[in-house]
């Protein structure tokens, strides 16, 4: 017997799910079906990406459904078009024996009014995206005010992408007496709180530990220097010549550029990313399920209700800021029983985020090294022998095999070999014979002194930006916050000269701040920083003693006997004026420093108004 028959599947369901091949249940279809079917109730599951979310709650829906009765009955809000899309044709493939029952999918970058015609011929199942939702809501193009189920899938999802507001709005529209599904990965505190405001005693359902991540993923992490984290990521790439994958970066400029650079490499790469027209959104996915694309290049919103069976693993190029976004992350590979790899390149600056994602998951992850050029190699080359191996003979290719003999007949066996393998094999071998050993050069930087920083340093940087580039102390901030998409308090201590700038981060960033800003064009002007001589000192250093004394030592001090010649002195300072710096003598100038002096008062009140700004507001 069928597993699925003793859940208490009817007969169209049980042959639907014959022709899709489906054997055993997951666990949590195994635990949701019988529930949902038995009971007229609301439900929380908790199961992570790609454990068969859909056919948990799609079975018992269609189950449920009056098909005779035209109107609309159920509700399913999802997160991204690629998701709703994807429920609304599985929800067609499970119904295909139920005669005349509808589905019609609502989802934005697709014309409103086609849609409200389709919701208008009869639709039993709506399933759709909260914004667009909300439009037809709002347009009088569809009423739920009589529904029976609403079920909100990948939850946690909607409300990180901002839907909090609509799925409020939404669920205020539906009867108080219908039955609400909620399906999640996570339980953050708003997903608590809709669950709460809209549900009424619900069954909660757990498949695993709350928050931890797949058993069939495992977690791998490789430490290498900032700068050396693209070429990570190729090695990686041809040390696993079947890869198919998604590579996370944080911001839609990184997204991009990665592409770029992996596509004029020689791979078969693509960018995913908001900046992205639906078209040419449709275009990259449609290439990747077909595997013309190898490694997706994404941000974590692009990829949000991305579900592509197969994907071997996932690459994190630069961790995200919530553990939760790296448990959805990783739950794109591994899925469906099989294996997958989650890889996460970082910089020994971000080993302890790798310690606090191994809490929450409740998985270990294990650090490897980087491949080797030579390793790479021999993986390549049996990669392409296995690959000879196993291909298959297209017989078309007999007719031209007497010319192919006699361009070939000189050659041995072993020499023909020889040559066949290096067609393709010779590139990497060219390319890798020259390069460096990433993981030795990593752990030798790891094992200096040079430029070691302790956890709760402040680190003090040298940047050639300052007033003559129309900066003053905040707009420079608000700059460097958004280009190093960091937090309002991580950048502090900011110090505008005319033609230079000081500022201080904690030392976690050190390896972002230099391997983002160096190199970044700014107007058509080369960025570069350096770290200061100065060791930062910390938040608190610099401040006045109970007498109003300042601090011995502190590092205000220590910059100013820096700026007049005797400590930092920025590399090939001399030769850098056209690139922002002022001469020495302009900087000890006597007749600027009343100016200075008037500069730095305007800039404290500034500052000063600025908190009396905030204080008020908050």
Sequence with gaps: MNKFEQLGLNESLLLAIKDLGFENPSEVQEKAIPVLLEQNTDLVA??????????????????????????????????????????TNEIKQYSKYVKGLHTVAVYGGASITEQAKDVKRGAQIIVATPGRMQDMINRGFVNIKNINYCILDEADEMLNMGFYDDIVSILSDTPDEKNTWLFSATMPAEVARIAKKFMVSPEEITVGAKNSGSSTVSHEFYVVNARDRYEALKRLADANPDIFSVVFCRTKRDTQAIAEKLIEDGYNAAALHGDLSQAQRDGVMKSFRGRQIQMLVATDVAARGIDVDNITHVVNYQLPDEIETYNHRSGRTGRAGKLGTSIVIVTKSELRKIHAIEKIIKQKFEEKPIPSGIEICEIQLLHLANKIKDTEVDHEIDSYLPAINDVLQDLSKEELIKKMVSVEFNRFLNY??????????????????????EAGDAVRYFINIGSRDNFNWMDLKDFLKE?????????????????????????????????????????????????????????????????????SGSSDKRERRDRSGTGFKPRNFENNSERGFSSRRERTSTSDKPARRSENKSNTRSFEQAKSRRSRNA
Excluded: W
Excluded at 444 to 451: D, F, H, I, Y
Excluded at 498 to 503: D, I, L, N, Q
């Design 46 to 87: 908790l199961a992570q990406t790609g454990t068969g979310k859909t056919a948990a709650f799609g079975f018992p829906l269609i189950q449920k459904i009056d098909a005779e009765d035209r109107s609309t009955q159920a509700l399913i809000l999802s997160p991204t078009r690629e998701l709703c899309l994807q429920i």
């Design 432 to 453: 890798y014979k020259k390069k460096k050993d990433l993981s030795n050069e990593t752990r030798g930087e790891r094992n200096s002194e040079a430029r070691t920083f």
């Design 483 to 551: 280009t190093l998409d960091l937090g309002r308090d991580d950048v502090f201590k900011v110090d505008v000269k005319e033609g230079f700038s000081f500022f201080n981060t904690d030392a976690e960033h050190v390896d972002k701040v230099m391997d983002t800003l160096n190199g970044f064009v700014l107007e058509g002007r080369r960025i570069n920083v350096e770290i200061s001589k100065n060791d930062g000192g910390s938040r608190n250093s610099g401040r006045r003693d109970h007498n109003g004394r300042k601090s």
